[in-house]
T-cell receptor, first 115, second 115 residues
Framework: AQSVSQHNHHVILSEAASLELGCNYS??????LFWYVQYPGQHLQLLLK??????LVKGIKGFEAEFIKSKFSFNLRKPSVQWSDTAEYFC?????????????FGKGTKLSVKP | EPEVTQTPSHQVTQMGQEVILRCVPI?????FYWYRQILGQKVEFLVS????????KSEIFDDQFSVERPDGSNFTLKIRSTKLEDSAMYFC?????????????FGSGTRLTVV
């Protein structure tokens, strides 16, 4: 069965620090990969997605993610975090093929940025 | 920007009672989904709905659950006889297509507490 692992449960950083959140998935075939963010009290919002092509994907708010197929990874990065990045971040996978589109989510990583 | 609207934001119900969670998807979207997130756990797929029928459902979506699009705008999730373990955040989502080209739009969620 497909699964998504986010190894960091809670990350605490100071403003201007660099961020990298890990995401690994288990599926050998074609995958579509996503990072969603959930700010406190708000809905899940798409940060970025990878379907094909350049494995380095740029998203909103200065976030980027790199798909490394050999490592089954899709880590999220930001060079310099801000207090407003405090949120929960979810990696998600949609396996290719006949799926109608259900996403498999990781458990999420809570990011707290200290001002 | 179009939104997916969910009501209520928080519902408390007694064990054994029926609950209906309501969602208004984006008006031109064709695919509708319910996900849930038990506190501290990952977001889990429940069901997808297209063309007035369920297109895919997970093991969680047993006979106690049902979905309906009663009037062409609302998309509801009914839990027939709630159990304590149904306490979770329930997210509705919609998409224009069943594939990920356009991504999902999620609602803010309904927090269901079963007591």
């Amino acid at each position: 069965a497909q699964s998504v692992s986010q190894h960091n449960h809670h990350v605490i950083l100071s403003e201007a620090a660099s961020l990298e959140l890990g995401c690994n998935y288990s599926y050998g075939g074609t995958v579509n990969l996503f990072w969603y963010v959930q700010y406190p009290g708000q809905h899940l919002q798409l940060l970025l997605k990878y379907f094909s092509g350049d494995p380095l994907v740029k998203g909103i708010k200065g976030f980027e993610a790199e798909f490394i197929k050999s490592k089954f990874s899709f880590n999220l990065r930001k060079p310099s975090v801000q207090w407003s990045d405090t949120a929960e971040y979810f990696c998600a996978v949609n396996a290719g093929g006949g799926s109608q589109g259900n996403l498999i989510f990781g458990k999420g990583t809570k990011l707290s940025v200290k001002p | 920007e179009p939104e997916v609207t969910q009501t209520p934001s928080h519902q408390v119900t007694q064990m054994g009672q029926e609950v209906i969670l309501r969602c208004v998807p984006i008006s031109n979207h064709l695919y509708f989904y319910w996900y849930r997130q038990i506190l501290g756990q990952k977001v889990e797929f429940l069901v997808s709905f297209y063309n007035n029928e369920i297109s895919e459902k997970s093991e969680i979506f047993d006979d106690q659950f049902s979905v309906e699009r009663p009037d062409g705008s609302n998309f509801t999730l009914k839990i027939r006889s709630t159990k304590l373990e149904d306490s979770a955040m329930y997210f509705c989502a919609s998409s224009l297509t069943g594939r990920y080209s356009y991504g999902y739009t999620f609602g803010s969620g309904t927090r269901l507490t079963v007591v």
